[in-house]
């Protein structure tokens, strides 16, 4: 059951990785309304499925720069899609899609959700690259589960190590020192 369950994880995100290989996606930045409309259309997905018995895992890459699929992108969603299978044996994969923002996913578990957040912020930290990994997860009320309702230490700046939001907040690097620190965590990738 659990292998048949990361088989399946497995073989949806060679599907995705085979997509952005074979497509020109991210070759230049996405035109902003298609970028907007591509938020819009996850959002109303993740509420489609949030709030319906399930815990929801979401996930997507947060590559700072201009492309939504810089070269290895592919290659660290589908680790990250292999990884989530393997965390949570017998999810069910409710969404796969590559959009203006790059590759995205979401799946139901039955594991709870304070459980299911635990696993997702250790996926996040169990590489280098990982840190470009986002992974959301809702309660089976809907509720969006953050790593401060655990008492987990805010996400690290990709850069510092300080609590990224609040290098966000005050601009504290230029996207061009972003970007290359994300392409050198791609470049490291250990798919
Ligand atoms: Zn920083």
């Known amino acids: 059951m659990a292998t048949d369950a990361a088989g399946a994880a497995g073989l949806a995100s060679a599907r995705a990785s ?10 230049d930045p996405e035109p902003r309304d298609r970028v907007l409309a591509s938020r819009d259309d996850r959002r109303a ?17 947060a590559v700072p720069g201009p492309k939504s699929a810089p070269p290895g992108a592919g290659a660290l969603f589908a680790w990250a899609a292999r990884e989530v299978g393997r965390a949570f044996p017998g999810a069910k994969r409710l969404d796969l899609r590559v959009d203006a923002l790059g590759p995205f996913a979401l799946w139901s578990t039955r ?19 990982a840190r470009l990994v986002d992974l959301d997860v809702y309660s089976p009320g809907g509720e969006a589960v953050d790593r401060a309702s655990l008492l987990l230490q805010p996400r690290p700046c990709l850069c510092c190590g300080e609590p990224a939001r609040d290098c966000l907040l005050e601009g504290a690097h230029p996207l061009d020192e972003l970007t290359a620190r994300a392409r050198e965590l791609l470049a490291g990738l250990d798919a």
């Open 45 to 61: 997905t993740i509420d489609r499925h949030r709030g319906r018995g399930r815990t929801l895992v979401v996930l997507s890459l």
């Open 111 to 129: 594991v709870w959700p304070d459980a299911a957040k635990a696993r997702c912020v250790a996926l996040e930290a169990s590489q280098p690259a």
């Open 18 to 27: 085979d997509e952005l290989r074979g497509s020109t996606l991210g070759a």
